[in-house]
């Protein structure tokens, strides 16, 4: 499978000016529950389009990645979270508050975060999709490690691979339904964001209006949200209410709709997206990335192009040291990314690049874009925190909560997985704050053996206990090392103290 280089760049700039487009013509309706009459623009732009999160936080991660590399980690991801992201509301403050408080993702997008169901990670999904063309099984892994950092083991997580595997599928192929199909293979079955988007599908194959797809969802589907307006229609309908923090799943879903009823009419997948109401800034950006790859910055409109120019504005990054590295147009923006991508493919083994007129999606089989466990592994991530070593990944596992009270014991589950074909001596040594104590021993030693030899990925269970809870965030380290190798591998545990907790 090969993809023609300019017309891979072409797809790339239409992402970004799609974004730019539904974020601009969205932003004046955002977060009310009404259906709208839009049409085109409503305000006065003089050629520059609105400042929007939606595109922000990628081109802070385009700056991450070109510093420290396409596998950057979510650890790094979190570190440029609290230096360079200002909002404190919703789970973008919830995340940034516990990462702050020492919780490593994805601890610190599930701990008391009341909005790990809402939208903030799937509208920051193109970056990882066009660094990874054709490469779905890609975007989704990295779009993970983004989106774990505020929403954790919630539905907006699932909802950014969702967006992430589609639109990097986008690249290599025009057909929705297939490409919603391959996006549903990469998250759980029975998830709600699974469901909304079903729901959709249902709708518009059995030949109901975009309105009448509009109630079915809110009816199923919809959210709350502490300062949504609601049209006197929707209350009457019995709309007016609804899970608070519970938004992406109906949002995905007014994503979605408008490129099934719009098709290739570029303003009318934006206007419908507007239209649907809920969180428009956010449906019709989306909505506009996902048709500029499908066909292109040169199948948009000029006149929508216009009224917003080729800059980018930013309104939720504290620039400070940044500001340099922060791309100022979707023509920077899009070269950046291009660069990225082929680094990626040649990271991946990929020869999908070509600088030729021609492209031959001949050999495309789309069942290898599709993920075969509905992202078995990718949920995993989710769960617990994660940490990347040569020969190992280890996992954390805190149970219910990150949380120690005072004499009570607090179980930690270690797991260690293989990354590579080797066989390894483990010695385990815990590092521990003044006045606690584990069990079973503070020492360990165990044989790891690969799993095709017949081993086993390892399991540990320690129980702390702390006689002393001096500070608010309280650090333990794991020492592992393996015998005849330099490598050591240290693993932090953070707990909160949760003495006066629930």
């Known amino acids: 499978m090969r993809i023609n280089e300019k017309e891979f760049r072409d797809k790339v700039l239409g992402c970004w000016i799609g974004k730019n487009i539904g974020g601009t013509i969205g932003a004046p ?33 385009l700056a991450a990645m070109e510093r420290h590399g396409i596998g950057v980690s979510s650890h790094t991801l979190a570190e440029y979270w609290c230096s360079y992201v200002t909002p404190h509301w919703a789970e973008y403050g919830t995340g940034k508050i516990n990462m702050r408080s020492g919780l490593q993702p994805p601890l610190s997008g599930t701990f008391g975060n009341m909005y790990k169901h809402s939208c903030g990670a799937y509208i920051r999904s193109e970056i990882w999709a066009c ?55 990469f998250i759980p079955k ?19 209006t975009w309105l009448q797809t509009r109630d079915e969802v809110l009816k199923h589907h919809r959210g709350g949200f502490t300062y949504m307006n609601c049209s006197e229609e929707d209350k009457r ?38 239209n649907l109401g809920e969180d428009t800034d956010c449906t019709a950006a989306t909505a ?74 001949s050999d495309l089989n789309l069942s290898s874009l599709k993920c075969k466990d509905n992202g078995k592994a990718l949920i995993e991530r989710m769960k617990m ?27 930690v589950t270690i797991k260690i ?31 790891g053996v690969q799993p095709h030899l017949g081993g086993m990925n390892l399991s540990f269970d320690f129980e702390f206990t702390a006689t002393k809870l001096a500070k608010s965030m309280n650090r333990a ?4 090392t393996t015998e005849g190798r330099p490598t050591v591998m240290l693993v932090p545990i953070t707990l909160l103290n949760g003495s006066v907790m629930g």
């Open 29 to 61: 309706f955002e977060w009310h529950r009404q259906v709208n009459n839009v049409k085109f623009y409503v305000q006065e732009l003089n050629g520059n389009p609105l400042p929007n999160d939606d595109l922000d936080i990628q081109l802070l991660w």
């Open 131 to 185: 660094i990874s063309p054709g490469l779905p099984h890609v975007a989704a892994k990295l779009a993970c490690k983004d989106a774990i950092l505020d929403h954790g083991d919630g539905e907006g997580s699932y909802a950014e691979i969702f967006m992430a595997a589609l639109e990097s599928a986008a690249f290599v192929e025009k057909d929705i339904f297939k490409l919603i199909d391959i996006g549903l293979s």
């Open 190 to 208: 029975d998830c709600g964001v699974t469901k909304a988007v079903n729901t959709t599908l249902k709708c518009f194959k059995s030949k109901k």
């Open 237 to 274: 309908k019995g709309f007016k209410d609804g899970v608070l923090g519970y938004d992406v799943p109906s949002n995905i879903a007014f994503t979605i709709a408008p490129l099934l009823y719009g098709g290739n009419d570029f303003p009318k997948v934006q206007c419908m997206a507007v």
């Open 288 to 361: 506009g990335s996902i048709w500029g790859i499908i066909h292109g910055a040169k199948a948009i409109p000029q006149k929508w192009i216009d009224p917003i120019g080729r800059g980018i504005l930013t309104i939720v990054l504290d620039l400070g040291d940044i500001g340099g590295a922060i791309p100022k147009n979707v023509d920077d923006l899009t070269e950046r990314t291009v660069k990225l991508a082929k680094q990626n493919l040649l990271i991946n083994n990929s020869e999908k690049m070509c600088c030729t007129e021609a492209t031959d999606l």
């Open 385 to 411: 925190p994660a940490y990347d070593f040569d020969l190992f990944t280890v996992f954390v596992d805190y149970g219910d909560a990150p949380l120690i009270k005072l004499g009570i014991p607090k179980k």
């Open 417 to 447: 997985a293989h990354t590579r074909s080797m066989q390894a001596n483990l010695s385990m040594h815990w590092y521990l704050p003044e006045g606690w104590t584990v069990t079973p021993s503070a020492d360990a030693y165990a044989l």
């Open 477 to 480: 380290v794991l020492e592992i």
